[in-house]
Nanobody, 117 residues
Framework: QLQLVESGGGLVQPGGSLRLSCAASGFTLDSYAIGWFRQAPGKEREGVSCISSTNYTYYKDSVKGRFTISRDNAKNTVYLQMNRLKPEDTAVYYC???????????WGQGTQITVSS
């Protein structure tokens, strides 16, 4: 069965850091693009970052310079390192896989990020 599991969420103060993990099972993650999305209460889901199957990376403008997406193929895991977090980063974060950074087929369950002082 194809499955993505996010972990690493929690409560952090503004300016702090968290690292999210997206662990894949049932398929080899390095054959796919992996995207990170987030959804805050009352707002639409938005794309945050993506890493393609050829390791090109993309970021939403508001997270550029603060977030970094990466792969560890040996662990079949994609990470999202989040630094200098802001209250507006508060959301449920999801990872998803697809053939490229424009199309996604499977989604994880989400993990809550709360940035508050």
């Amino acid at each position: 069965q194809l499955q993505l599991v996010e972990s690493g969420g929690g409560l952090v103060q503004p300016g702090g850091s968290l690292r999210l993990s997206c662990a894949a099972s049932g398929f080899t993650l390095d054959s796919y693009a992996i995207g990170w999305f987030r959804q805050a209460p009352g707002k639409e889901r938005e794309g945050v970052s993506c890493i393609s199957s050829t390791n090109y990376t993309y970021y939403k403008d508001s997270v550029k310079g603060r977030f970094t997406i990466s792969r560890d193929n040996a662990k079949n895991t994609v990470y999202l390192q989040m630094n200098r977090l802001k209250p507006e980063d508060t959301a449920v974060y999801y990872c998803a896989d697809g053939g490229n950074c424009d199309y996604y087929d499977y989604w994880g369950q989400g993990t809550q990020i709360t940035v508050s002082s």
